[in-house]
């Protein structure tokens, strides 16, 4: 089984991050992902670059189910004053 840790170790190796969390119960898995790397991307395109960074567990079934929260550094600082 995958753990909340195991997620955020994957997602640090393949992207540099300001700010990173996840929390999940083995199945269903939550993330907040700060990074400069998503500058300028929609929404769809920063999901991507964490699906790239996750490697394909997605794809293979190692990783059920992962909501995401991707958020400039700029975006992360004007939501926490």
């Known amino acids: ?10 997602i640090a190796q393949g992207l540099p991050c300001e700010h990173l969390s996840v929390d ?4 269903h898995f939550e993330a907040l992902i700060v990074s400069s790397v998503f ?3 929609n929404r769809i395109q920063r999901q991507q670059t ?3 960074a996750l490697g394909g567990r997605m794809e293979s079934g190692e990783i059920h189910a992962l ?8 975006e992360w600082r004007q939501q926490n004053g």
């Open 1 to 10: 089984m995958v753990a909340p840790a195991d997620i955020q170790g994957y």
């Open 50 to 52: 964490v699906y790239r």
């Open 39 to 41: 500058e300028g991307k």
């Open 24 to 27: 999940g119960d083995g199945a």
């Open 67 to 74: 909501s995401m929260r991707t958020l400039t550094p700029e």
